[in-house]
């Protein structure tokens, strides 16, 4: 039986430590930046809205959405529009990958984040706030406007 020296013993955890640090996606902190993010305001007794918004990743590797939570709804789910045959329907992704050194925009007749069960009706110029939760375990916490319907957002960032 070989006794290995203090010194072999610590370069071998420090590589350990190194390999673990360099495979765990949760190393990897995202670099999001939300562009453009707002809600159209909703008639009394209408609990469901569409939130959109522009995720700019300034990371060199993808960051995944895995959830999305919100104060004013009972649930927020991220949504892709599809065309099938002459309908119009909606698909629930469980995820969303944004790539490194890119943009993914939610926009009206594409992906949206679907708010359900809304606490109250959403009136113009409040604020609604969203918590984007990605799987290297960071939250980002977004302040959408809530605009009249035909206003356009801002030009601004929002995070």
Sequence with gaps: MQVIGL???????????????????????????????????????????AAYLTLGNFADQKCVLVGVISNRAKQVMIHQNQLQGDMMHMRHLSQLEILGRSRFTFKPGGHHLMLSGLSE??????????????????????????????QEPDDMLNY
């Design 7 to 49: 010194k072999a013993l610590m370069s071998i955890v420090t590589g350990l430590v190194l390999c673990y640090l360099l495979l765990s996606s949760k190393a990897f902190a995202c670099d999001i930046k939300v562009f453009q993010a707002y809600v159209r305001a909703t008639p009394p007794g209408v609990n469901t809205a």
């Design 121 to 150: 009706a959403l009136k113009e110029g409040q604020q609604l706030t969203l918590k984007l939760q990605f799987e290297s375990g960071q939250v980002l916490v977004v302040r959408l406007p809530v605009l009249a319907v035909g």
